[in-house]
């Protein structure tokens, strides 16, 4: 399992045109506080069934942070795929997990959406399974209720070590680098956050150490401790053991 060295991400603003070589993974980082034109900009490339569920949302806050980043996404994808962001087409894995239809998809890209309070995150590569998690570090959180709920019995004993001040943060290390684990797999609920353990803290290397479903797959991934979004953790996990990743911040 390939681990991330601890560098802060360096984000800068895409340029025009995009590709992907074998290998690469392009990291977006979206801002959901936008003006209303990017809003309206944003609405205006969603399909049928993405307004429908637009207009589900009670509160205005609710809406236009769902505007924004599946918009974002449209047009990210868009440049990639040299299509109008209205035509890229999604369907649904065998566990729900999203992807582009193969039709207009002839560069075989892959991608996973995050998001959290006021940030989402897309990774794109190109044929690689992958999946990404995003959490607001929020101080209210019962983080050792929950971790005894879903983690494995290493991790909750882990995690009772920190200090009582570390702990938030450290739960959220662990929480998000299970998550992206579990969407790089692909396999939904169907695969329980207690069937396989991580390490996690400020001075561990993202890796995963024990699956107990499929052991023989711990080194076929990569496994990354994403840094440079205050007040969030996240993390990434993607098939393969060389990666280079590009940090982009999304605009119109």
């Not at 994808?77 to 894995?93: I, K, N, S």
């Not at 039709?103 to 990774?123: E, I, M, R, Y």
């Not at 999946?131 to 019962?142: F, L």
């Amino acid at each position: 399992m390939q681990l991330d060295n601890g560098v802060p991400s360096v984000w800068a603003h895409a340029p025009s045109s995009l590709s992907l070589e074998p290998g690469r993974i392009d990291l977006w980082r979206i801002n959901l506080l936008q003006p209303e034109w990017v809003i309206d900009r944003c609405r205006r490339v969603l399909c049928s069934t993405e307004l429908e569920r637009f207009a589900r949302f009670h509160f205005r806050r609710h809406r236009d942070r769902y505007v924004v980043r599946h918009g974002a996404v449209r047009c990210i994808l868009a440049a990639y795929l040299c299509v109008p962001p209205p035509e890229v087409r999604f369907q649904a894995g065998g566990y729900g997990k999203p992807e582009i239809v193969d039709a207009k998809n002839h560069s075989k890209l892959k991608f996973n959406l995050s998001h959290s309070g006021d940030v989402a995150l897309v990774a794109v590569t190109a044929g690689l399974r992958i999946g990404i998690d995003v959490e607001r570090v929020r101080s209210d959180a019962s983080c050792v209720g929950i971790a005894e709920r879903y983690f494995c019995e290493g991790e909750i004993a882990k995690l009772k070590e920190f200090p009582a001040d570390q702990q938030t943060e450290a739960f959220f290390d662990c929480w998000t680098r299970k998550e992206a684990y579990v969407k790089a797999r692909g396999e939904g609920l169907s695969m329980p956050l207690d069937s396989f353990e991580v390490t996690f803290g400020a001075r561990a290397p993202a890796l995963v150490t024990v699956a107990a479903a499929k052991p023989d797959e711990i080194e076929f991934w990569g496994m990354y401790a994403l840094q440079g979004i205050p007040g969030y953790k996240a993390a990434m996990v993607v098939e393969g053991r060389v990666h280079q990743i590009k940090y982009w911040d999304w605009d119109l």
